[in-house]
């Protein structure tokens, strides 16, 4: 899988986008990434962990990243998060099915992306704050690109939103598996009032209407996402 709320001023965790009115080409974000990154000692499925007498072991650090690591990480994150701004995410989701002994399966694929170094997007401020590196960035958008923006702002597309957590034991990629995870909830939500009967297999397209807001805590990244998006097809099982 791929991957992929408003920012605060009081060093929160928070990743931010502001697009100015009438200055349509550009977009400001900030992203951030954590300092000191921590783990936990046992995964929370390993059977240790579920055994009374075996103590699970503490948080522990995994050392501080460099200057260096911290930008490339927040870059990497803001690269995935604008293109799903931009450009969008093909979606094709599988629900579980016990009773027929389906296994849940979700990819997400991004219909296009901002290239590696793009000299587009640059590097405005950073600062640290809890713990957590800070990266304002600016991204100057093409013509084509702001025709794509514009594009999922259409009226006739659905907004949703839903949220997913992933436990820090992934390291910082699992903050963009959290991103999955609440894209599947917030397609999941969408479809609950409009199927009575759970489909077979999910086709779609999701923009990010914004940056994922995400949060640190019992261990896991905590995500919400708000989506525009666009059903491709619904197979029921009908149809096999």
Not at 22 to 32: C, M, N, P, Q, V
Not at 35 to 60: C, F
Not at 213 to 227: C, E, K, M, N, P
Request: cysteine-free; glycine content about 8%; hydrophobic content about 35%.
């Amino acid at each position: 899988m791929l991957f992929l709320g408003p920012g605060r001023s009081d060093g929160g965790v928070s990743s931010g986008v502001w697009a100015y009115p009438g200055d349509r080409d550009i977009i400001t974000a900030e992203f951030w990434t954590e300092l000191d990154p921590i783990m936990e000692g046992l995964q929370p499925n390993s059977p240790a962990a579920d055994t009374p007498d075996s103590p699970v072991e503490p948080l522990i650090s995994t050392g501080v990243i460099s200057q260096e690591e911290a930008i490339r990480r927040t870059l990497e994150e803001a690269r995935i998060v604008l293109s799903g701004m931009i450009y969008g995410f093909d979606v094709l989701y599988t629900p579980q099915d016990r009773e027929r002994k389906v296994e849940e399966e979700l990819v997400i694929e991004a219909r296009a992306e901002i290239p590696h170094g793009d000299p587009s997007l640059r590097v405005l401020q950073v600062r640290t704050s809890n713990n957590k590196y800070f990266v304002h960035v600016r991204y100057n958008l093409a013509d084509f690109q702001q025709r794509r923006l514009q594009s999922w702002g259409s009226n006739t597309l659905t907004v949703a939103a839903g949220r997913g957590t992933e436990p820090l034991q992934g390291g910082y990629r699992a903050k963009f598996e959290s991103f999955n995870q609440a894209i599947k909830n917030a397609l999941r939500e969408h479809l609950r009032p409009r199927y009575k009967n759970k489909p077979r297999r999910i086709k779609a397209s999701v923009a990010l209407t914004e940056p994922p807001y995400t949060v640190i805590d019992a261990g896991g990244y905590h995500s919400r996402v708000r989506l525009k998006i666009d059903i491709r097809e619904v197979q029921p099982y009908s149809a096999y």
